[in-house]
């Protein structure tokens, strides 16, 4: 179970993280991410949407984080 949940963090992060560097919205990103290795999961459907927009807007602040502090 650890392993499948860490799996699935790094793909939300992999795919996320691609979409905010390409600018691309959450919208057509979400739509645009294959799911289906995970869509079988106890309450995928409740909750992957909000964990990969969670996600999102962790992975825009990650990438503004540099920009605000000068680095």
């Known amino acids: 179970d650890l392993a499948t949940t860490r799996d699935y963090l790094a793909y939300l992060r992999e795919t996320m993280g691609r979409a905010v560097r390409d600018f691309q919205p959450f919208e057509d990103a979400y739509?645009?991410?294959?799911?289906?290795?995970?869509a079988a999961l106890p309450a995928f459907a409740e909750a992957n949407r909000i964990n990969a927009y969670g996600t999102y807007l962790a992975m825009e602040q990650e990438a503004l984080a540099p920009a605000a502090t000068g680095k």
Request: no cysteine.
């Open 31 to 38: 739509a645009g991410t294959d799911w289906s290795r995970y």
